[in-house]
């Protein structure tokens, strides 16, 4: 098991190395001088050269690189150009919107989905089965940002019982700012959960027809008891592998939800650096959300560990 | 993990006619069919210019005259959904293009030789796989500007390791078979066998991948130009013109709502497709019945 | 009384009919061996028994056990039923068993079930029951996997979850067809055993006649979902009294007519094994260790004159199949060196060995697997022309493969068929064409009847004998039957763990086996002149 383990981390950290190479790449090669951005139009050769000597951007690429690496293990993220603060502090204000945002999501997702599922597998060929199939099959086909429309539409335009956008801050108060937050979560959050209700089911279904299923029934277990005990943990590992693609999925369906709703977050950073060519904060943003799915891939890996004990004794 | 292919045994004829028996295949056949239709249409004839601004007309509700309706320009919305599915179809097929062309040699050679070759392979998948499609589109638009082209690029660049994927794990289920082991006995070499008797056999794994693949092009290239980082103006998009009704929607609610339509149900007619030709090609599902 | 009686059962799956009035009895103690061959609806007899038959099918008649009416009953009824007073042993041990779960846990959660013990007791009684089954706790610990387990464990372990509670009656459906004949001996000891110690019925359900007449004292033998015969087995079985009871022993105990053996003893042998080893390498156990390499065969030489006829058996995973492999150059020897028509073939590339291939070829277990299925017959069979040096021409090619389509008795018009449309029998003969298309010196056969019903079976042995006569081919026999080594072939080699340990005349070997591997396999192989002996015998 350890091995396993070790492997995993391993690939993870190769992973986020040559992802931040990628990165890093990518940006060096953008065009458009930042020292000359900063300065604007009317700057001369030589002040935008002296610039250029205190950004450190006229250093040799992989001293340049190793500086920038360097910066991001111990959270120094640099200054951004365009606010004028350091990155990390924009960071951290922002993830306290996209954090909780993406969480609840994940949560609202995994909490309508799995239920969805079992009780769809459990009676497959029956209405409720069609009916709950059928909802999820249109839930996949509709985009988060319509969805979003549809829903400010409905529950901050005409019922008025939401705000349509904005957000408060978590100063105003704990509940201000959830309620802020919820039709944006629900909008990410459905249609990821029609993909995993539909991933739970065929996965149930799948394991319903193997062999150890029959031996279950034939010790005497009701066919429920078995769909609990023997089927539910064997389906759980496509279902993981999902949840872990989702939670991609959802960290870059906040960049777009979030402009949706006009919410402070990292997606909605992220977009505006980059229409304002601020460098050092699409690096770092960018890494940090390619951090996080590696991380949660890494997570994933482990939980099989966890569920599939034929991984656990590869040693 | 593997994955168990069950090869059908059947002739085309029998296809066929089990496929005018499944719903989702027919319900999703036609509307896909339907979308083509409209966009190859508008080619030809749209109900209205979507190219000229007519003030005068600007944001009516739907009618007889604009059965969608009209936009803050006064064009006709009808006829924009007609003109932007061809910018839809022709993003997200391109993207599935490039996915397919890059992914599928990549997965299969991998399978094929296996070992080091494989496992460097599957690193660089596990990178790509990193980077969200729409992170890596929007880096990709702030290198080289925004545009449909690059739209394409990035959802393409996404499709690869997923169709990579999806052919290495169909290859290597393939692989341990006996016709494969009398082939190599017959002194096939691994692209021979990898062309003669792997691909066929992947292919019904790799058109489903492909549709649903089409489906998932169609939602991003619709976030992308929704943030307006695909198609520009005055080409017309789903995703634009999502995104010029944002802000009119307590006036003109109708500018959201029928784009997004043709969305949903562009998306969805791809979906059923998909699940329809799997329903009929895959024994396993019919046995679930 | 009896425990279990069927009477007029009937059973449709959609439109299609499974059984046929089906008449059959259990007595409390006793053992009904249910033959047939594939498709004659066994299994299905055991699932409506047990009532987990699949959705779509309907049974009608009347099934009763220990007076409750089966097919009547509601599902809570079945439910204490099931594991409780019926228990079920499956075909397939590898898949029998929740990969996720400890073999304690899945032994006691039937005893903790249907008896409301406390974990603790029930982990003590599935403790017991493991040991009675032959696991020890020392080697074998409740918190074992089943991944941690072979083939036979595992189904000790199914044994011990379907007789923990001492059921009236237990079923069991092919329980040693996926095992070895000296794991079959054992099993089938197992059961016997623990039928005698709680006065159990058991139901038997194979496809071989030679076990279930070792096993039971009356016998029902199924075709097409109707009964054939039943009876008291020794009657039934030394009278034969029913054509297809007469047909089924008869080709059980088929050895074809064959010529004279071809070994010319005085030629330059076919085939030369020097010394040959495999490794595979072990397991990572962790960043920096492995495990001891794996030595799959261990210095083997052997050697085959031209049209010889030779069998290699062993038990499964003693190595055959990979020795098979590097004869047939499909695998690299870690060293040694293999000769083959005086040249040696060991570590030349694929180009080189076009001519070799040219002469050998070879045939599989499965005839389902060993085809493409979305090619026609014409190309599948064709593959092997590949290796000539003068490429056919597509008239000359149709040609050739409509003369080895005569030769293994398929029809020309077979050729723009595809394998789907062909029944197992006719694919293991689509095998042979392949494989003797090139006209080879050499046909490596693995377990080449293994996977066919008997009256088939008959069949293709004896084409195989014809061919050896008619084209002079040497065949290599990878085999676990003694059955088939005794009906075809003139020597056998003995395999056990990677080493060839006795080798000589078949019949010597078989009928005076020197090693202890060969006399185990000799002890344990089902022989049914032997079986029917023994029971007049016992009845006297």
Redesign the interface.
């Known amino acids: 098991m350890i091995a396993y383990l070790l492997k995993r981390l391993a690939i993870a950290l190769a992973t986020l190395i040559l992802a931040s190479i990628v990165v890093f790449a990518v940006l060096e090669i953008l065009p458009g001088d930042p020292a000359r951005l900063m300065l604007g139009m009317n700057a001369s050769a030589d002040q935008i050269e002296l610039l250029r000597d205190q950004m450190g951007l006229n250093a040799p690429l992989i001293w340049r690189y190793l500086h920038w690496a360097g910066g991001l293990l111990s959270l120094d993220f640099g200054r951004s150009y365009t606010y004028s603060v350091p990155v990390i502090d924009l960071v951290r204000e922002r993830l306290a919107v996209s954090l909780p945002l993406a969480l609840i999501a994940l949560a609202l997702s995994t909490v309508i989905a799995i239920p969805v599922g079992l009780f769809s597998a459990s009676r497959r060929g029956r209405a409720g089965d069609t009916i709950s199939m059928g909802a999820a099959q249109l839930g996949v086909a509709v985009p988060n940002f319509w969805f979003a429309l549809m829903l400010i539409y409905v529950f901050a335009v005409w019922l008025r019982l939401v705000p349509a956008g904005g957000f408060p801050g978590w100063s105003a108060g704990i509940w201000p700012a959830l309620k802020s937050l919820l039709l944006p979560a629900v909008a990410l959050a459905l249609p990821q959960a029609a993909i995993l209700a539909r991933v739970t089911r065929s996965a149930l279904i799948e394991v319903l027809n193997e062999d150890y299923i029959r031996t279950a029934r034939a010790k005497g277990l009701p066919y429920r008891t078995v769909l609990w005990r023997h089927a539910l943990r064997n389906a759980m590992i496509p279902v993981l592998t999902i949840l872990g693609l989702q939670f991609a999925f959802l960290l870059a369906g906040t960049i777009i939800i979030e402009n949706v709703f006009y919410l402070p977050g990292l997606g909605r950073l992220v977009f505006q650096a980059i229409t304002q060519r601020d460098l050092i904060v699409v690096e770092s943003v960018v890494m940090l959300l390619v951090a996080a799915v590696i991380a949660v891939n890494l997570l994933v890996d482990f939980s099989y560990a966890a569920v599939d004990p034929r991984l656990r004794s590869r040693s | 993990m593997t994955l168990h292919i069950d090869i059908p045994e059947e002739t085309l004829g029998g296809i066929l006619a089990k496929a005018f028996r499944n719903t989702a295949f027919l319900t999703g056949f036609v509307i896909s069919v339907l979308i083509l239709l409209m966009a190859a249409t508008s080619y030809v004839w749209t109900p209205y210019d979507v190219t000229k601004l007519v003030i005068a007309d600007k944001t009516q509700g739907p009618s007889l005259a604009h059965w969608f309706g009209t936009d803050h320009f006064g064009r006709d919305i009808l006829s924009m959904v007609m003109v932007g599915a061809r910018n839809s179809i022709a993003v997200a097929l391109v993207a599935v293009g490039i996915g397919m062309g890059v992914g599928v040699p990549l997965g299969a050679f991998a399978a094929a030789r296996g070992g080091l070759v494989d496992e460097a392979l599957m690193r660089i998948n596990d990178l790509v796989f990193a980077f969200p499609a729409l992170l890596s589109a929007i880096m990709i638009t702030a290198i080289f500007g925004p545009g449909a082209v690059n739209a394409i690029i990035a959802i393409g660049i996404f499709n690869i390791p997923v169709f990579a994927r999806v052919a290495r794990a169909g290859a290597l289920a393939i692989w341990p078979r006996e016709f494969i082991l009398a082939a190599r006995a017959a002194g096939k070499s691994s692209t021979q066998i990898t062309i003669e008797h792997v691909l066929p056999n992947i292919a019904t794994l790799l058109l489903v991948q492909g549709t649903i693949q089409f489906a998932l092009g169609i939602l991003a290239e619709a976030g992308l130009s929704y943030l307006g980082l695909g198609a520009q103006p005055p080409m017309p998009s789903w995703g634009r013109m999502l995104f010029d009704a944002q802000t009119r929607m307590v006036a003109a609610p109708w500018m959201a709502i029928f784009p997004g339509m043709a969305i949903v149900v562009t998306v969805l007619g791809l979906n059923l497709l998909g699940d329809g030709i799997a329903d009929i090609l895959d024994p396993k599902s019919r046995r679930q019945r | 009384m009896s425990l279990l009686e069927i009477e007029n059962l009937s059973l449709t799956i959609g439109d299609t009919p499974i059984l046929r009035g089906v008449e059959l009895s259990v007595a409390p103690g006793e053992v009904m061996g249910l033959v047939g061959e594939s498709g004659s609806g066994k299994s299905m007899t055991a699932l409506t028994v047990?009532r987990?038959l699949p959705h779509?099918a309907r049974a009608a008649g009347r099934v009763t056990f220990d007076g409750i009416d089966i097919l009547a009953a509601t599902?809570?009824q079945m439910?204490?039923?099931?594991?409780?007073d019926i228990?079920?042993v499956?075909q397939?041990p590898m898949?029998?068993?929740?990969?996720?779960?400890?073999i304690g846990e899945?032994v006691a959660?039937?005893i903790r079930?249907?008896t409301r013990a406390t974990r603790a007791d029930a982990e003590q009684r599935a403790r017991r029951m493991l040991d009675r089954v032959g696991l020890p706790e020392a080697k074998f610990p409740l918190s074992r996997?089943p991944?941690?387990l072979s083939g036979g464990q595992r189904q000790r372990v199914?044994i011990a979850?379907?007789c923990a509670l001492k059921p009236k009656l237990l079923i069991a459906d092919e329980p040693t067809t996926a095992l070895d004949v000296v794991l079959q001996a054992q099993i089938l000891d197992l059961l016997r055993d623990l039928v005698a110690e709680s006065r159990m019925g058991l139901l038997l359900i194979s496809h071989d006649l030679a076990v279930v007449t070792e096993m039971s004292d009356r016998i029902t033998i199924l075709r097409h979902g109707e009964v054939m015969e039943s009876g008291d087995t020794a009657r039934t079985l030394s009278e034969q009294l029913h054509p297809y009871t007469r047909q089924l022993a008869l080709a059980s105990m088929h050895v074809p007519a064959r010529a004279r053996p071809h070994g010319a003893e005085s030629s330059q042998p076919l085939l030369q094994v020097e010394g040959v080893t495999r490794d595979y390498a072990g397991?990572?156990?962790?960043?920096f260790r492995r495990a001891p390499d794996i030595r799959a065969v261990d210095d083997v030489s052997l050697s085959m004159a031209p049209g010889q006829s030779v069998a290699l058996v062993g038990r499964s995973g003693c190595g055959k199949s990979t020795l098979a492999r590097m004869i047939?150059a499909?695998d690299r020897p870690s060293s040694g060196t293999i000769r083959f028509r005086g040249e040696t073939i060991t570590g030349k590339s694929?180009p080189e060995?076009?001519p070799a291939?040219r002469d050998?070829?070879?045939v599989?277990?499965?005839p389902y697997?060993?085809?493409?299925?979305?090619?026609k017959v014409e190309k599948?069979v064709a593959?092997?022309l590949?290796?000539l040096e003068k490429k056919p021409t597509r008239a000359e090619r149709r040609e050739m493969v409509a003369h080895a389509l005569h030769e293994v008795g398929l029809g020309q018009g077979d050729m723009d068929k595809?394998?789907?449309e062909f029944s197992g029998g006719q694919r293991q003969r689509l095998s042979i064409a392949?494989a003797i298309i090139t006209r080879p010196k050499l046909v490596v056969a693995d377990e080449p009847v293994s996977a066919l019903d008997v009256s088939i079976r008959a069949q293709i042995l004896d084409l195989f004998a014809e061919l050896n006569h008619k084209l002079g081919i040497a065949y290599l026999f990878i085999t676990h039957d003694l059955t088939v080594a005794r009906a075809i072939t003139d020597e056998v080699l003995v395999m056990h763990e990677g080493r060839i340990v006795e080798r000589g005349k078949t019949s010597e070997v078989l009928d005076h086996p020197q090693s202890e591997a060969a006399k185990a396999l000799v002890a344990a192989a089902p022989d049914l002149h032997r079986a029917i002996a023994r029971r007049m015998q016992e009845q006297g």
């Not at chain 3, 898949?95 to 400890?102: G, I, M, R, S």
């Not at chain 3, 397991?283 to 960043?287: D, M």
């Not at chain 3, 697997?369 to 090619?375: I, K």
């Open positions: 047990m987990l779509a599902e809570d439910c204490a039923l099931r594991g409780d228990g079920m499956f397939e898949t029998a068993l929740n990969p996720v779960k400890t899945q959660e039937g079930w249907h996997y991944h941690e199914v979850i379907a397991r990572r156990v962790s960043l047939l499909l694929e060995l076009k291939r050998m070829q070879v599989f277990q499965d697997g060993s085809f493409d299925p979305r090619q599948l593959e092997p590949h290796v595809y394998p789907h392949r």
